[in-house]
């Protein structure tokens, strides 16, 4: 069941708020989730080789014992490629997060997003921790705190009884430009008050960020900074999950629901987008090979371009499937763009163009792929490219 309004701080026991600082002109820029309660927590992190100074400040946490009991986050600046400056300063926000709700350094993760090459203001982000309320702010708030170019706020709460007990789970993601994961600028944050072990909590993260957020492109670049992060408090009082059990195989059903949420949310706000595209990709050899051939579709300069053109040109879509290296038979792909067969067993099949340019106008186009080369499946989602993608990022410094 969707929470209608809920919050990262929903869940049983988290708490959370978000204001401004000054580290963005108006709009809030410092944000905080806090647990009543030491959460078992897992990470995943950018593949970028160029990690911010907040990744290594948040493993550092975490590799104490694998738990966390907040979470404190800036937009405006990334504190990325700032040296040893960036990670003194990185451990100092850490260590004014946990003075100010009197926990351990360790038990607070880190992170940032905005300009690469900046450093932090500290005295604005020491005065921002000191003014938020953990315990009583305004938990939606934290929302709006994480964002930069991200035209809305990306958030979804599910509940569900398991095992004779109600579970919750929250999630919140910014994320609009310089998205290419693994992982995809991209912050993602998940709270449940499920008890969840956290090796299992890790693997099962890793599962799904595998099928969602590492399944999203908006323009091909990796972020520096990327980082999802979850915390699993007990707080709703259910016996730990076990792996493969009903109660854990529920559980991971609405895990993947939110995850799956949020990173659609993320490809369809794109920067300057106006479309969402669906790549489905079936009839693989592998779940890696049908999952990175419809990442290519969606990643594709070309499809994306033709999207936003609304031109059901699929030339560039099967280009893109032979590039992907994936593995097909290249005399046998069918390709679909909604209801519509484009192309029959590689080749052109016969259509109506009237039909086609209708459905190319609406926001959410899917592109359906079968290679009968196996019974595998895969999806990713991308956005198209258009005129304001160049002018966002031509004027993101000004």
């Given amino acids: 069941m969707t929470v209608e309004n809920g919050t990262i701080a929903t869940p049983l026991g988290f708490f959370a708020d978000g204001k401004h600082c000054g580290l963005k002109r108006k709009k809030k820029d410092i944000g905080i989730i806090f647990s009543e309660k030491p959460a078992e927590a897992a990470a995943v992190y950018t593949m970028n080789q160029m990690q911010a100074a907040p990744i290594f400040i948040t493993k550092d946490s975490l ?32 260590a004014l997060a946990a003075k100010h709700l009197g926990i351990a350094d360790t038990d607070v993760a880190v992170a940032s997003t905005g300009v690469i090459g900046d450093y932090l203001p500290m005295e604005k982000v020491e005065a921002g921790i000191a003014s938020l309320d953990a315990k009583s702010g305004v938990s939606a708030d934290f929302h709006e705190a994480i964002l930069t170019t991200d035209t809305v706020q990306k958030e979804l709460t599910l509940q569900a009884k398991i095992g004779g007990k109600t579970i919750t789970i929250s999630g919140v993601a910014k994320g609009s430009g310089m998205i290419h994961p693994n992982m995809a600028t991209m912050l993602s944050f998940i709270t449940t008050d499920a008890a969840v072990p956290a090796k299992l909590l890790q693997k099962l993260l890793k599962q799904k960020v595998d099928q969602t957020f590492n ?59 106006t479309k969402l595209i669906e790549a489905q990709v079936k009839g693989a050899t592998s779940k890696e090979d049908a999952r990175m051939i419809a990442k290519q579709i969606v990643s594709s300069s070309l499809v994306k371009t033709a999207m936003f053109g609304e031109d059901a040109n699929w030339g560039r879509i099967i280009c893109a499937i032979g590039y992907s290296g994936g593995r097909f038979s290249p005399d046998n792909i069918t390709i679909r763009i909604g209801e519509t067969v484009i192309l029959e067993k590689s080749e052109t099949a016969a259509y109506n163009p009237d039909v086609l340019a209708d459905y190319l106008q609406k926001e959410n186009i899917l592109i359906e792929v079968n290679l009968h080369s196996g019974l595998e499946a895969g999806t990713a989602w991308g956005c198209d490219l258009s005129y304001d993608y160049v002018k966002i990022n031509a004027c993101y410094r000004t």
């Fill in 63 to 94: 590799a104490a014992n694998q738990t966390l009991q907040a979470i404190v986050v800036n937009s405006g600046v990334a504190n990325a490629c700032t040296g040893k400056r960036g990670l003194e300063d990185g451990f100092a926000m850490r």
């Fill in 215 to 273: 399944q999203i492109t908006v323009d091909g670049d990796t972020s520096t900074n990327d980082m999802v992060v979850v915390m699993a408090n007990g707080c709703a009082g259910n016996t730990a999950f076990s792996e493969g059990t009903p109660e854990f195989a529920t559980f991971t059903k609405m895990f993947y629901a939110v995850c799956q949420h949020l990173a659609k949310s993320i490809a369809r706000d794109g920067e300057g987008a």
